[in-house]
């Protein structure tokens, strides 16, 4: 047998093995095999990374921005011609299809670093003038060492999304990604080492959310969280890190509504209404997983969106026809199958899906699942409710835009809503009322990396992107001087 291989954490420069010197399992959940060890570190390893950091520090939050931005486009430059290995790696360790890593999250990390890089050198700062008195200035510091922390459903995407900001900003890191997806970290560690980021600057450090993301958000050193990841976590972590006066931004989960209005471009509408239902098996927060119709289409819509989506691929993430590859992990297989049963015991009916789908030969033992689809349920049961993040959603007719508004609030979520009219007045009136922190008219999931991304009520506290996440990684300081 061929050793396994191990993946490594990367601190103070250097690739290296836990503390502790034990490993976890790695699976591939297209094959349901372990394929790789990944290492189970504790607050040993963060402590090492913690000093790094603080060496690190007085130098890079003091180079200049010439220099930080031409590092980070130089890893971003580095991802791009790394493509093909990144996506496949993160296929393997993810189970979603080669393809969408290709298209979506791999160039995706890239535009991240790059995004960021030139976001420093085109930045200004406020000035407040009192009138023949004083000027103010707004003078942002890098906060000193940062904690990311991110989850496994766009594992180098969302990874990123927080490193690059924080790095451009002129802080020391401490990283960890999810332990069920931790490949493409690794393999940015190498990209970092090759891109000439100083020692110190950024370390990833692989483990258990309990163990070694606590041992993170727990640090006396490390002063600001961002955190991307469930609600339940969310929570824990804010329950740590906010009497410690840690500056923290949460992104947390999502119960996002997609409403068809009859008025809709009805096969634009349809189409993307797939897409956002089971686009990397539905495991993106921003899914629409609750489909609001309006009833004079509703049975029209509903024929069409069940035969599109039988028409789905359920297949080998590496084949080129595979729609929907494999779930992550064996136990969230479990819990999405466990959501099926409940949405079955609560009344609901099974329009199709519902069931696991048996691949043969390398996949005979992945973690494959039918798209599926639910109607008969109301908007107030647990299935309408809760965060399934699987390929899994419900189908619910309405008949006026209050009452549409008032279930799609409904929940203790609030993270993104999807609309579809071409009454472009009705649609500002409707967004204006929705209770989310992304309002998509007539799209899906169209980025433009400026925005102010993240959710209101349990979906999160915070934003991020553009501007936000240059605000949230420094400290803003007011300095007067009086005429
Ligand atoms: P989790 O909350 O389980 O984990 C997220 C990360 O936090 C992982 O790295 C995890 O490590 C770590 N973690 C777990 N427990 C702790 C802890 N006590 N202290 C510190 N770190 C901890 O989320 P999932 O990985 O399961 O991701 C799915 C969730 O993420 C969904 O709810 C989804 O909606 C949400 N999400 C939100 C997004 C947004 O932008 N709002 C975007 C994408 C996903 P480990 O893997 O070892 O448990």
Not at 272 to 294: K, P
């Amino acid at each position: 047998m061929p050793e396994m291989k191990k993946i490594q954490n990367y601190i103070d420069g250097e690739l290296c093995a836990p503390q502790s010197g034990n490993y976890l399992d790695n699976y591939c959940p297209a094959t349901g095999k372990v394929y790789s060890e990944v290492p189970d570190s504790d607050q040993n390893d963060v402590k090492v990374a913690v000093n790094a950091a603080k060496k690190a520090f007085p130098q890079w939050s003091t180079c200049g921005i010439e220099t930080r931005s031409r590092i980070l486009y130089k890893i971003a430059d580095l991802i791009e011609d790394n493509l093909d290995r990144l996506a496949l790696a993160e296929s393997e360790d993810n189970g979603k299809p080669v393809k969408l890593a290709t298209n979506v999250d791999i160039p995706r990390a890239s535009s991240n670093f790059r995004f960021f890089a030139s976001a420093i050198v085109n930045q200004s700062t406020e000035a407040h003038i009192t009138e023949g008195q004083a000027v103010n200035y707004t003078h942002r510091h890098p906060i000193g060492i940062v904690g990311c922390i991110s989850p496994w459903n766009l594992p180098l995407y969302l990874f990123t999304w927080k490193i690059a900001p924080a790095l451009a900003t002129g802080n020391c890191v401490i990283a960890k990604p999810s332990e069920l997806t931790p490949m493409t970290a690794y393999l940015l560690s190498e990209l970092c080492i090759e891109a000439g980021l100083p020692k110190g600057v950024l370390n990833i450090i692989h483990g258990l959310g309990a163990k070694v993301g606590e041992a993170i958000v727990s640090h006396n050193d490390i002063s600001a969280i961002s955190f991307t990841g469930g609600t339940a976590t969310g929570k824990r972590i804010a329950s740590i890190a906010a009497p410690m006066f840690k500056k923290l931004s949460l992104e947390l989960g999502g119960k996002n509504p997609n409403i068809v209005f009859a008025d809709c471009d009805f096969e634009k509408a349809l189409s993307t209404s797939v897409q956002s239902s089971f686009a990397n098996q539905g495991e993106i927060c921003l899914c629409g997983s609750r489909i609001y119709v309006e009833e004079r289409i509703y049975e029209k819509f509903r024929d069409a969106f069940v035969d599109k989506v039988d028409k789905l691929k359920v297949g080998d993430p590496k084949e080129e026809e595979s729609n929907l590859g494999a779930l992550v992990s064996k136990g969230h297989l479990e819990k999405v199958e466990g959501y099926v049963n409940l949405a079955i015991e609560e009344g609901g009916k099974l329009l199709t899906g519902g069931k696991r789908v048996q691949l043969d030969g390398d996949n005979a033992n992945g973690y494959f699942f039918r798209p599926t689809v639910f109607e008969g349920l109301d908007s107030s049961c647990r299935t309408n409710q809760e965060e399934i993040f699987g390929p899994v959603v419900t189908l619910i007719p309405f008949t006026s835009v209050e009452s549409v508004v008032e279930e799609a609030n409904g929940t203790a979520y609030g993270l993104s809503a999807t609309l579809w009219t071409e009454n472009i007045t009705k649609a500002h009136q409707v967004a204006a009322k929705l209770k989310s922190g992304i309002v998509w008219i007539n799209c899906w999931l169209f980025r433009d990396l400026r925005t102010p991304f993240g959710g209101m009520k349990q979906s999160g506290v915070g934003r991020e992107g553009g501007s936000e996440a240059l605000k949230f990684f420094t400290e803003a300081q007011n300095v007067c001087v009086k005429i």
